[in-house]
């Protein structure tokens, strides 16, 4: 499984380092240090944390995530396989995108629970690129 740093999570999450580490500190979202007594936090706890912080973002609030050229770097939540057919869901900060895609795709790339990913939008569809 994937980890990521206090600085991966907050640019996932659209926040400073600085948010990151005080949630930490607070017990919103779980760390555990590596060898080198760097914080991190597993994908998947890292995963549940932004759905949850999504869904408590104030409508009326003013969002200062924004997208470049269409490009939503997130971190996946879900993954639904199908026989032929899959669905992707990636937190994009308070945006979550959900793609409609080939299983074949969704293998391919190796899209996981946890896993960054950006999802790309043109018109009506959304492509998931993996760094």
Do not use: C
């Amino acid at each position: 499984m994937q980890s990521y740093t206090i600085g991966q999570a907050a640019r996932l999450l659209g926040v400073s380092p600085d948010t990151a580490r005080r949630w930490a500190d607070a017990g919103r979202v779980v760390t555990h240090r590596d060898e080198s007594g760097r914080r991190l936090i597993e994908g998947r706890d890292l995963a549940a944390f932004s759905v949850e912080l999504a869904q408590h973002t104030g409508e009326d609030e003013e969002n200062p995530y924004t997208s470049a050229r269409n490009a939503f770097p997130g971190i996946v939540t879900a993954v639904k396989l199908g026989d032929v057919a899959a669905q992707v869901e990636i937190q994009a900060g308070p945006h979550r995108l959900v793609s409609l895609l080939t299983r074949e795709a969704v293998e391919e790339l190796g899209l996981k629970v946890g896993m960054q990913a950006t999802a790309r939008v043109k018109s009506t569809n959304v492509h998931i690129d993996r760094p």
